[in-house]
């Protein structure tokens, strides 16, 4: 199998949209949840269950979020990334 420049510099443009979609999400709802703390701090105050409030269950929302993410584009690269490069030097014979 021939391995491509061109390949991996599309692989390198596609990566590169991947990433930063996946980090204007998350930056778009970490300042989400920072400004609903700063300018509506009623609203996150709200409790749904004794000892738990709004604010807490958003903060919650907001790690798994991140964390989905993070999985989806280590996921999302391991797939590409392997079909496009060529084997490593240093791997087991």
Do not use: E
């Amino acid at each position: 199998m021939s391995y491509d420049v061109t390949d991996l510099r599309a692989l390198a443009r596609q990566r590169l949209r991947v990433g930063l979609l996946l980090s204007g999400c998350v930056v778009f709802v970490y300042f989400g949840f920072i400004l609903l703390i700063a300018f509506n701090k009623p609203l996150m105050g709200r409790l749904l269950y004794p000892g738990l409030s709004l604010g807490i269950l958003l903060g919650a929302v907001v790690i798994v979020l991140t964390w989905g993410l993070t999985w989806y584009y280590m996921r999302w690269a391991n797939t590409h990334w392997a079909q496009v490069s060529p084997p490593s030097a240093g791997g087991a014979m």
